[in-house]
T-cell receptor, first 116, second 115 residues
Framework: DTGVSQDPRHKITKRGQNVTFRCDPI?????LYWYRQTLGQGPEFLTY????????KSRLLSDRFSAERPKGSFSTLEIQRTEQGDSAMYLC??????????????FGNGTRLTVT | DQQVKQNSPSLSVQEGRISILNCDYT??????FLWYKKYPAEGPTFLIS?????DKNEDGRFTVFLNKSAKHLSLHIVPSQPGDSAVYFC??????????????FGQGTRLTINP
């Protein structure tokens, strides 16, 4: 297993377009997280899934954002009608089963989104 | 509101010496703290963690200290090596129900180890 995989690595889009990112977590991990990182800041929590259930969403996640994890494996994050303020690094992370309390998050290398 | 703060954006240390990175937090409900390391074009990598029931945790060259009364933690790296040059993020979480890792990160400190 090579870790958390994110695709694409880079995405440039025009304002108003829709974009979708994919995350493949470590295979035995049942919890999956999305974070966003802007320049000069640390990652900020967006949402997380336990298996296929989306259990929490940050208020940072506006109505234009939607995340899914249909079969409890890979996840997608879609941004509709992109705005320049959406430009950021979108990071996906996963962690182990419930019994592994406080097992650390394993991050992917992120998708860098640039909205022009 | 910045609940986790790393007040030093950058730090430069001579190879072989000790690097000390600092982090302050404001929320007394945080009960678990972590340090992540990030190289350019890569995601953050977990380094070391500490539970609020402890005041020190050590792993090889890395030691994390927690001072709950001061709401302060620090990461010590000794001896510092050129490969330690990276951005270091402090993170905190609270609410151990279900072990949800909704981490709150600091802004990061860029550590440069000079030969």
């Amino acid at each position: 297993d090579t870790g958390v995989s994110q695709d694409p690595r880079h995405k440039i889009t025009k304002r108003g377009q829709n974009v979708t990112f994919r995350c493949d977590p470590i295979s035995e991990h049942n919890r999956l997280y999305w974070y966003r990182q802007t320049l000069g800041q640390g990652p900020e929590f967006l949402t997380y899934f336990q298996n296929e259930a989306q259990l929490e969403k940050s208020r940072l996640l506006s109505d234009r954002f939607s995340a899914e994890r249909p079969k409890g494996s890979f996840s997608t994050l879609e941004i509709q009608r992109t705005e320049q303020g959406d430009s950021a690094m979108y990071l996906c992370a996963s962690t182990g089963p419930l019994s592994s309390y406080n097992s650390p998050l394993h991050f992917g290398n992120g998708t860098r989104l640039t909205v022009t | 509101d910045q609940q986790v703060k790393q007040n030093s954006p950058s730090l430069s240390v001579q190879e072989g010496r000790i690097s000390i990175l600092n982090c302050d937090y404001t929320n007394s409900m945080f009960d678990y703290f972590l340090w992540y390391k990030k190289y350019p074009a890569e995601g953050p990598t977990f380094l070391i963690s500490i539970s609020s029931i402890k005041d020190k945790n050590e792993d090889g060259r890395f030691t994390v200290f927690l001072n709950k009364s001061a709401k302060h933690l620090s990461l010590h790296i000794v001896p510092s090596q050129p490969g330690d040059s990276a951005v270091y993020f402090c993170a905190a979480s609270m609410g151990s129900v279900g072990g949800a890792q909704k981490l709150v990160f600091g802004q990061g400190t860029r550590l440069t180890i000079n030969p």
